[in-house]
Every structure is written in C-alpha cells, then in structure tokens.
C-alpha cells in the first residue's frame, strides 16, 4: 500500500475531484509494485500457464467515472506491462473481457468464444473514497470545507482458487474549500 | 519575477493535484461527526498489526503442516457512518494483511464463494470453478461497528471477530475504541 505524502504553496483547489495527475501516479505506483510482486517473481516460462481478464474499474467513490475511464484506468496498467514478454517468461497471457466480445463480432469475428483458454485471472479495480464535511451553520447549502480521502487499488484473483494474489493501492486525501451545494 | 520566486522551493500544485497527506486532519475532518479519518487510518494498520501476529499464533494455524484460509465475512455497521468508510477500513485491513510475510506464510487470502462465482459464470471460465476449502482449515473475519453519541461526544467501538467455519468457535477477538469531541 502507498501512501504519498506532498505539500503545496497555493489556494487550496475548489474541487476534490479525481485527476489525471492520480491517475498517472496512480498506474506508476501499481505498475511498480506487480512488476515486483511475488506473484510475477515466483513465475517462470515452465509454470502452469495462466489466462487473465481484466475488468473495468468498480467505482464507489462520490466522483462520476465515466465508463470510458474506468476501462482506461485497468487498460492502462495491462498497457504498461511488457506483454510479450509476460507471455514467454512468465506464461502469463491475457483475454478480452466477455463485455468486449461484441467488438470483436464487429470486426469479423464468427467463431465461439467458449471454445479459447478458459480465464483462470481476473484483474480488476477498485475506487474507495471517504468524504468529511464543514458545513457553515448561517448558510443553508454552504459547505465551508470538504476533504475527499482517496483508495485507489488493484487486485489479481485466481478465479478458481479464490486466492487474492496480488493487491496494491495508491492512497491520499485532498482538500477544497467554498463549495455550494445546488 | 519575485512572486515567482516564492513558491520556487515547493512542490508546484499542477504536479499533485493539491493532494494532501491523508494522516493530516483537516478543518472539514474535525467538524464532522463522522470518525477522524486519519484515527481509522492508524486503527486499521493497527490492528491489521495485531491481526497478523495473533492469527499465525492460533493453535491450529501455527503448527499446520498447509496454509489455513482466511475469508473476509460481512460487516455490520450499527452507525451514522456510512458503510463505505468501514468497507474502506476492512479493505486496508485486508490489504495490509496481503502484504504481511508472516499472513503469506501461514494463509492463503480469499475472496468470498459467492462473489467469485458470480465472475466465474461472467466469465465462462469453464473448468474453473471457485474452489471449496476445508471447513476444518477455513476461517472467516468478521466485523462490528458500532457508536454511541451524548451531546458533543460520540463514542466509536469496533470489534473484529475470527471465527473457525467448522465449529463456529470465535477464535479470536479483538476491539478498538475511538472516542472524539466535536
């Protein structure tokens, strides 16, 4: 778990909103901690081969997520490892998800989904999020500071042993002052 | 020029998005009369700490000649704090306890039956099918919160309780209290 702590000299932001900037440190931090995990390490070209699906991400923060970003957010960190490579050294391949199946039906594809390597992984992610309030007691609406504390963390399950066998998260908190509740 | 040079030595805010240490309590974390955030922070490495030490001492899993199973239970949150802040702190529990050499030694961490079946039929992962432990080698953590308010002060209680499948017998117990002043 990474916890990344950070000072700045300007106004507090007006919002706690989730940004690229979390989500580039986000991806460098998890990207880092699988590269060195023992799930990757304890790996060779002769282990039992395996087959991961990776999921969008579950959003159960106050933000709005859009869809295209929570596929972005697990995209990106399959994107960030050397996939060939996975698949020679480590035996590791990985698969379209079924909600994904459609496009590839679009693009010509006839034959039977069932009929590939069974998906033995599943990659996904899930964002976490706390929020504390100071309400002004004079100012029906008025929110005089709020503060977001943000998890932001990823998950490889083997599917039929139910094992979590490797987890890591990316953590911090942000704070906006002067908000109005419509 | 010089106003510039004022924030020269400081981390630029376009950088960090304005993230903050998430132990820093905050104006809007101490108005609130939810639990103080970073109280729960500590409370989870705490006790995920303990956890650890405590489980791998337990008669049963300590001189086992395999690794037991530790399956994270339900919750019960008996407060005014919504569930998502005590499914935050369960997820860090777990999450340091994923982390812990000692954990790995001793148990394999698992997902829930019933959540991993769900994303094996999602997921037509045909020969796959999410495993069934030993009742006698599988232990569930379980989790209570509860609060109680008079006036200013409130009064957070959580209990972890671990209990063996096979004989329901509560094997471990351990409780935190957290008291705050608005």
Same mark, same amino acid.
């Given at each position: $778990?990474?916890?990344?702590?950070?000072?700045a000299c300007?106004?507090?932001p007006?919002?706690?909103?989730?940004?690229?900037?979390d /989500?580039?440190?986000?991806?460098a931090v998890?990207?880092?901690?699988? &590269?060195a995990?023992?799930?990757? *390490?304890?790996?060779?070209?002769?282990?039992e081969?395996i087959?991961?699906v990776?999921d969008?991400v579950? =959003?159960?923060?106050?933000?709005?997520?859009p869809? %295209?970003e929570q596929w972005? $957010?697990? !995209?990106?960190?399959?994107?960030a490892?050397?996939?060939?490579?996975?698949?020679?050294n480590k %035996?590791?391949?990985?698969?379209i998800?079924p909600?994904k199946h459609q496009?590839?039906r679009?693009a010509?594809f006839?034959?039977?989904?069932r009929t590939?390597?069974p998906a033995t992984?599943?990659?996904?992610a899930?964002?976490?999020?706390?929020?504390?309030?100071?309400?002004?007691? *004079?100012?029906e609406?008025?929110?005089?500071?709020?503060?977001?504390?943000?998890?932001?963390?990823?998950?490889i399950?083997?599917v039929a042993? *139910?094992?979590?066998v490797?987890?890591?998260?990316?953590?911090f908190q942000?704070?906006a002052?002067?908000?109005?509740i419509d | 020029?010089?106003?510039?040079g004022?924030?020269q =030595?400081?981390?630029?805010?376009?950088?960090?998005?304005g993230r903050i240490d998430?132990y820093r309590?905050?104006g !809007?974390?101490?108005a609130?009369?939810r !639990?103080n955030i970073p109280?729960?922070l500590e409370f989870?490495?705490?006790t &995920?700490?303990?956890l650890a030490?405590?489980?791998?001492?337990?008669?049963?899993?300590a #001189? %086992?000649?395999?690794?037991q199973?530790l399956e994270?239970?339900?919750i019960?949150?008996m407060?005014?704090?919504?569930?998502g802040d005590? +499914? $935050?702190?369960q997820?860090?529990?777990?999450?340091?306890?994923?982390?812990?050499?000692?954990?790995k *030694?001793h148990?394999?961490?698992?997902?829930d039956?019933?959540?991993?079946t769900?994303?094996y039929?999602?997921?037509?992962?045909? #020969?796959n099918?999410? %495993?069934?432990?030993d009742? &006698?080698?599988? /232990?569930?953590?379980?989790g209570?919160?509860?609060e &109680?308010?008079?006036? +200013?002060?409130?009064?957070? /209680?959580f209990?972890?309780?671990?209990?063996?499948l096979a004989?329901?017998?509560i094997v471990f117990?351990?409780? /935190?209290d957290l008291a705050q002043?608005?």
């Open positions: $778990m990474t916890t990344l702590i950070f000072a300007a106004t507090t007006p919002t706690t909103r989730l940004t690229i900037d /989500y580039n440190t986000t991806i998890v990207t880092q901690s699988l &590269a995990s023992d799930f990757l *390490r304890d790996r060779g070209p002769d282990s081969p087959v991961i990776v969008r579950l =959003n159960l923060t106050t933000d709005i997520i869809p %295209a972005m $957010m697990v !995209a990106r960190l399959r994107g490892m050397p996939i060939i490579e996975l698949e020679r %035996a590791i391949t990985f698969q998800t909600e496009l590839l679009d010509g006839e034959g039977d989904f590939g390597k992984h599943v990659m996904s899930v964002f976490r999020s706390m929020r504390r309030e100071l309400r002004d007691p *004079r100012e609406g008025h929110i005089v500071a709020v503060t977001d504390f943000y998890q932001l963390e990823y998950t399950v083997n042993s *139910r094992e979590i490797w987890s890591d998260s990316f953590e942000r704070q002052t002067g908000l109005r | 020029v010089l106003l510039l004022a924030c =030595n400081q981390q630029p805010v376009g950088s960090t998005g998430p309590t905050t !809007a974390d101490m609130s009369g !639990a109280s729960l989870s490495e705490q &995920a700490r303990r030490e405590d489980l791998c001492q337990l008669e049963g899993v #001189g %086992a000649s395999q690794r199973v994270l239970g339900t019960t949150n407060t005014q704090t919504p569930s005590f +499914e $935050m702190i997820n860090r529990l777990r999450g340091q306890l994923l982390q812990s050499d000692l954990v *030694r148990f394999v961490v698992v997902m039956r019933q959540r991993m769900s994303e039929e999602r997921l037509g992962a045909v #020969g099918d999410p %495993a069934r432990y009742a &006698a080698q599988t /232990y569930v953590l379980q209570d919160f509860h &109680a308010i008079r006036g +200013e002060r409130r009064q957070f /209680y209990q972890f309780v671990l209990t063996n004989t329901r017998q117990q351990d409780d /935190y002043l608005r």
